[in-house]
């Protein structure tokens, strides 16, 4: 079955680390995305791309990196620099155009320690 | 700035009774509206996409646009204790953007 494969379910960051969290799908989506959700919050765009070799930063991109160097995969780097880590990130894929809703991976709950 | 507007919540209602979750927005040109179900804990799931003026109906979930008024709603009919979750509007910009805009999501509560 296809799908998005977001690893570790749980990641404990201590301080200064960066630490990176793995999406990979396989449904041959060409637009995959890092959103960041915090307790009460909506979700917050960090960095999406549309295509291999090209991202585009989202609303809360500093102190955040990402690549995506194949179709398939889009990580997301935590670095030292992102001073209030701690939430649940949410990577999802979809085909690009109008009309095409978001296939969430599980999540990553990253604390700090 | 794009804005997608729900109430926080919860809204509680009885197992059996139709709930009704509303949504506005900002941006005169949407094009596509999207409904999401989210579990405590658990990530987004898409329940419902529309895009044109109406209703549009899926099993016990209906939702409906009305771009003049620039509401979209989702009803759930027969509503269920396993409907109880966040349900997460979202709505695609004009032109080229493909990116939606999330609102924060109304709390269900379907008590027995």
């Known amino acids: 079955d296809g799908g998005i494969t977001q690893s570790p379910k749980y990641l404990f960051r201590k301080e200064g680390q960066n630490v990176t969290l793995s999406c990979e799908q396989n449904?041959?989506?060409?637009?995959m995305y890092w959103y960041r959700q915090d307790p009460g919050q909506g979700l917050r765009l960090i960095y999406y791309?549309?295509?291999?070799?090209?991202?585009q930063k989202g609303d809360i991109a500093e102190g955040y990196s990402v690549s995506r160097e194949k179709k398939e995969s889009f990580p997301l780097t935590v670095t030292s620099a992102q001073k209030n880590p701690t939430a649940f990130y949410l990577c999802?894929?979809?085909?690009?155009?109008?009309?095409?809703?978001?296939?969430f991976g599980s999540g990553t709950r990253l604390t700090v320690v | 700035q794009k804005e997608v507007e729900q109430n926080s919540g919860p809204l509680s209602v009885p197992e059996g009774a139709i709930a009704s979750l509303n949504c506005t927005y900002s941006?005169?040109?949407?094009?596509?509206f999207f409904w999401y179900r989210q579990y405590s804990g658990k990530s987004p799931e898409l329940i419902m996409f529309?895009?044109?003026?109406g209703d549009k109906e899926d099993g016990r979930f209906t939702a409906q646009l009305n771009k003049a008024s620039q509401y979209v709603s989702l009803l759930i009919r027969d509503s269920q204790p396993s409907d109880s979750a966040t349900y997460l509007c979202?709505?695609?910009?004009?032109?080229?953007?493909?990116?939606?805009?999330f609102g924060r999501g109304t709390s269900l509560i379907v008590h027995p």
């Open positions: 999802a894929s979809s085909q690009t155009g109008q009309g095409f809703g978001y296939t």
């Open positions: 449904l041959n989506h060409d637009a």
């Open positions: 791309s549309q295509i291999v070799n090209d991202f």
């Open positions: 941006d005169r040109g949407s094009q596509s």
């Open positions: 529309i895009y044109s003026n």
């Open positions: 979202a709505v695609n910009g004009a032109g080229g953007s493909y990116i939606p805009t």
